[in-house]
């Protein structure tokens, strides 16, 4: 299983970016694609899962009303569309996945993209 993630970039406070991972290797059908972040010396945080079938989405506390994930099933591609970005959204973010429940050890880590946000 491989996941490619893509879409990061520079942008300012109040601005918008849409990551991508792209998953190959293997059906998705029984999984969850989640997004996760790290910043300089903090901790890995949750940002958002989908499960695969259903589309049913979770979300982090800090994102919650400005993160819309999404799944495309003919790409097999998750999307992380990030608005209204703070300067404290700044960090590597990484996408993941595993089968059943969205919490708990991830088994398959794509790259990490970096999330710039200016102030």
């Known amino acids: 299983v491989q996941l490619q993630a893509s879409g990061g970039g520079l942008v300012q406070a109040g601005g918008s970016l849409r990551l991508s991972c792209v998953a190959s290797?293997?059906?998705?059908?029984?999984?969850?694609v989640g997004w996760f972040r790290q910043a300089p010396g903090k901790e890995r945080e949750f940002v958002a899962a989908?499960?695969?079938?259903?589309?049913?989405?979770y979300y982090g506390d800090s994102v919650r009303g400005r993160f819309t994930i999404s799944r495309d099933s003919a790409e097999n591609t998750v999307y992380l569309q990030m608005n209204s970005l703070k300067p404290e959204d700044t960090a590597v973010y990484y996408c993941?996945?595993?089968?059943?429940?969205?919490?708990?050890?991830?088994?398959?880590w794509g790259q990490g993209t970096q999330v710039t946000v200016s102030s």
């Open positions: 993941a996945a595993k089968t059943n429940s969205y919490q708990g050890t991830y088994d398959y």
């Open positions: 290797g293997r059906t998705f059908s029984s999984h969850v």
């Open positions: 989908i499960r695969w079938g259903s589309g049913r989405t």
